[in-house]
């Protein structure tokens, strides 16, 4: 018997400053991270003021887990310890998997169109594979397929598949889906989703019901984490267009031993990790 899944616990985004002085809102992290595993962390920069993203994220190291950095406007330009460097623009996806280790930066433009706004995206490594080779993706908005449901809702496919079509970012160990979803007024959509993986939506623009059996709507800068039970998630528009991100991936059930940018399964690995740095050894 198949049956729509339920809603586990709706997060509201928290305003916080990384970086040299970024502002922005984090839709979940740090103590929520046994409930969304795979994922740990997922940040909202959405400003119109230089002064709150020009500062950006000077060189920093990571290990142990993959970033995945999303604009939907502005442009920000990137480079890390293996050679890469460029600039993603509005729609472009850089996926990082920082593996064994990479120090890199990542430092906004003035944006064309005034406004910054853009997400990064946390996602584990399992204990086997936390030291592996890094590598890195860049998908050009353009290579991001987006498909035309019933009633208008249209999907951009980063990861995963919708309807036979499968997004450019593939063989990783989490088996993501990351999918933009926009939702004209009073419009329906229906997904099937994997059984025991982690589903989650962030809510960018006006407003849905998740769940089916709540007449709760669910506004911009919440987040809303499902029940793992059931086969596919239910979602109807409201009054107003609804456009959100539905995330999904297997999760990996290890240890989380997190500091900073760093995240491993010991305290042991995290003090290794950090002696390297400090040593000039941490990039393998």
Not at 18 to 39: C, M, T, W
Not at 243 to 256: D, M, N, Q, T, Y
Request: glycine residues 10%; charged residues 20%; hydrophobic residues 40%.
């Amino acid at each position: 018997m198949t049956s729509a899944r339920k809603i586990k616990s709706i997060l509201s985004a928290t305003a916080t400053i990384e970086g040299a002085g970024v502002h922005l809102k984090r839709a979940f992290g740090y103590h929520q991270v046994p409930l969304l595993d795979p994922f740990l962390m997922l940040d909202d920069f959405h400003t119109s003021d230089p002064a709150e993203y020009l500062a950006g994220f000077p060189w920093h190291p990571h290990r142990g887990i993959e970033t995945i950095t999303y604009l939907l406007e502005g442009q920000v330009e990137h480079g890390d310890s293996m050679g890469n460097s460029g600039i993603i623009g509005a729609g472009d996806v850089q996926w990082m998997t920082a593996g064994s280790g990479v120090i890199h930066q990542e430092m906004p433009q003035k944006s064309p169109t005034g406004t910054m706004w853009g997400f990064q995206l946390w996602a584990n490594l399992p204990a086997a594979l936390k030291m592996m080779p890094p590598r890195y993706r860049d998908i050009k908005a353009a290579d991001i397929p987006e498909v035309t449901l019933e009633g208008g809702v249209t999907v951009k496919i980063i990861s995963g598949e919708v309807g036979g079509v499968q997004g450019p970012v593939r063989e990783i160990v989490i088996d993501p889906l990351l999918l933009d979803v926009t939702m004209p007024p009073g419009t329906h959509f229906t997904l099937p989703v994997k059984d025991g993986y982690t589903v989650l939506t962030y809510v960018l623009a006006g407003a849905a019901l998740f769940d089916q059996q709540s007449e709760q709507t669910i506004l911009p800068e919440h987040a809303v984490l499902y029940e793992n039970t059931g086969d596919r998630v239910s979602i109807t528009a409201t009054s107003q267009l609804c456009r959100f991100l539905l995330l999904s991936g297997k999760p990996l059930g290890e240890p989380v031993a997190w500091q900073g940018p760093i995240v491993m399964n010991s305290r042991e690995e995290l003090r290794t990790a950090f002696e390297e740095y400090h040593r000039g050894t941490f990039v393998k």
